[in-house]
């Protein structure tokens, strides 16, 4: 069991940027920011000032070499794959890096569809995932959510059903992002 001290949560419910739907992946990102570079981020609605200048920068919220980008104004060294794994996650975790996960959150576990969602893995146990969903606490085993806006802090989503919506093409099919000081 490794879990790093990741304390900021940001909703992305509460953006003030228009954004608030599709902002998963930069609510996510930001909360990774202000792990590594606490002084980089400041107020309890920063992730809008990361979206804003990601947007500043010519980039939109659903792409990753935007967010690679707007990492590196911050300071912070962003990695991205299509082919992650739990293996991967769990030494990038070890190494003290958090990873933005992207996975399927429509539809029921046993056949997860679109609609793509970003949460901040910072930890796990030989059961679960623990990361920050920026959009709420999800019903894995039916998709969808069981709050919005709220109980996304430090979830916990079990490996058999999470890793179904990560890599419903099988091992090695993730979608993740690393974040370190660069």
């Not at 056949?111 to 990361?131: A, D």
């Not at 979830?155 to 058999?160: D, F, G, I, N, S």
């Amino acid at each position: 069991m490794t879990i790093l001290k990741v304390p900021q949560y940001y909703p992305q419910t509460d953006s003030h940027t228009g954004h608030s739907k599709r902002m998963c992946w930069s609510s996510t990102t930001a909360m990774a920011i202000k792990f590594l570079r606490p002084e980089a981020l400041l107020g309890s609605n920063a992730d809008d000032d990361y979206l804003r200048l990601l947007l500043k920068l010519g980039g939109d919220t659903i792409y990753p070499w935007a967010h690679i980008r707007t990492c590196r104004e911050y300071g912070v060294k962003a990695t991205y794959t299509q082919a992650a794994d739990i293996d991967d996650f769990k030494r990038a975790i070890d190494a003290g890096k958090p990873c933005g996960l992207g996975w399927l959150h429509h539809g029921p576990v046993s056949r997860p569809r679109g609609g793509g969602h970003w949460t901040l893995g910072f930890g796990y146990t030989s059961t679960h995932l623990i990361n920050h969903d920026p959009y709420g606490e999800a019903d894995m085993v039916n998709g969808g959510y069981v709050t919005i806006g709220r109980g996304g802090k430090g979830v916990r989503y079990t490996w058999r059903n999470f890793n179904r919506r990560w890599q419903p093409e099988g091992p090695g099919h993730g979608y993740m992002m690393t974040y370190e000081r660069a």
